[in-house]
């Protein structure tokens, strides 16, 4: 069974390039990684978040990019790809 499940993908995929896509394929990949960890992981921060949904829109604690117009446009092959 796959991390991130395929509807999920899309929604990751669109985090990564707005957060890090002037990061280039690596810094995609790693904003993708804190995010796969923070929906996986038991710590006080995150014991509620449990999807990519609520990762991504999590406040406070979430990301900055969510806000910005940049998030909202639909993800490239090459994003989903990454994700």
Do not use: H, W
């Amino acid at each position: 069974m796959p991390v991130i499940a395929y509807t999920e993908e899309k929604l990751l995929a669109r985090l990564m390039r707005s957060e890090a896509g002037g990061e280039g394929p690596l810094g995609m990949l790693m904003v993708g990684n804190v995010g796969v960890n923070r929906t996986r992981a038991d710590c006080l921060d995150f014991n509620q978040i449990r999807n990519l949904q609520d990762m991504v829109f999590q406040s406070p604690g979430g990301f900055e990019a969510t806000q910005k117009g940049y998030f909202c446009q639909r993800a490239r092959q090459v994003d989903i790809d990454l994700a």
